[in-house]
C-alpha cells in the first residue's frame, strides 16, 4: 500500500509548465529555512522543477543538517512556504547556490532577487568573496534573473546536467 501511495503521489505532482493563476498579493518575509519545515520545503521545490530536474529529499536533509550550508525560506503572512534558496560555503571563499526555486503562483513578485540579495549580504557578512552557481542553457529566466544581479557566464558546461543537456556556470564577485 505505502508503495501505491507513493505512486501515486509522484503522479500527482504537478510540474512547473502546467497553467497556474497567480495567488493573491501578499506580505512576504525571508527566514532561515529549518528542519522542521523540510516536508513543505520539498513539496515546495518539487512544484517548482519538472521531474528531472528535482532533487531528492535525502539532498534537502543534508542541506538542512549540514554546517557548510545555509538556506532561506520565503514565508508569505499566513507562514506558508512559497519558495526557498540554499548555498554551501566552500573553503575558497566561494558560496555556491545549489538551489533556488519560487512556486508558479508568486513568480515575477521580485522574490528570487530578494532571496539571492539576502545570500548575498550574509556571504559577505562571512568574509566570502565570490558567489558561483551552474544554470541550464536552456533555462532564460533563469539567466536573466542572475545577469540582472551581475552575474557573468564564465564557462560553458558540456552535459553538465544528467539528461546530457550543458550547462553555463556563473559567477559574480562580491
Ligand atoms: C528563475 C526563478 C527562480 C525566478 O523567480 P522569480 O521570483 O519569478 O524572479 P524575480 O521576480 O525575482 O525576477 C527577477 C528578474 O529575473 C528575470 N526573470 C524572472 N523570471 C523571468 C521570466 N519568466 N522570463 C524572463 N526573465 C525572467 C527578470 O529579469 C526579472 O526582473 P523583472 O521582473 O524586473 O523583469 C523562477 O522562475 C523559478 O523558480 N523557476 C524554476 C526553478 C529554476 O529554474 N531555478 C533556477 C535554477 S538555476
Known amino acids: 500500500m505505502a508503495v501505491l501511495q507513493k505512486i501515486r503521489d509522484i503522479l500527482s505532482q504537478k510540474d512547473d509548465s502546467e497553467p ?37 529529499k535525502s539532498i534537502f536533509n543534508h542541506l538542512l543538517s549540514s554546517p557548510t550550508a545555509i538556506g ?48 548575498e549580504e550574509m556571504l559577505k557578512e562571512k568574509g566570502l568573496t565570490i558567489i558561483r552557481l551552474e544554470v541550464r542553457v536552456s533555462n532564460i529566466p533563469a539567466q536573466n534573473l542572475y545577469r540582472k544581479l551581475g552575474f557573468a557566464i564564465v564557462q560553458r558546461l558540456a552535459g553538465y546536467y544528467s539528461d546530457g543537456e550543458d550547462g553555463f556556470l556563473m559567477v559574480k564577485s562580491l
Do not use: M, W
Open 20 to 56: 497556474f493563476e497567480p495567488a493573491p498579493p501578499t506580505e512576504y518575509k525571508i527566514k532561515v529555512a529549518t528542519l522542521d519545515r523540510i516536508d513543505e520545503i520539498y513539496k515546495v521545490h518539487q512544484k517548482c522543477f519538472k521531474r528531472e530536474e528535482r532533487y531528492s
Open 72 to 119: 532561506y525560506c520565503v514565508f508569505t503572512s499566513d507562514d506558508k512556504i512559497v519558495g526557498s534558496i540554499f548555498v554551501t560555503l566552500e573553503e575558497n571563499g566561494v558560496g555556491h547556490i545549489s538551489t533556488i526555486g519560487i512556486l508558479p503562483e508568486h513568480r515575477r513578485r521580485g522574490l528570487a532577487q530578494r532571496l539571492l540579495s539576502h545570500v
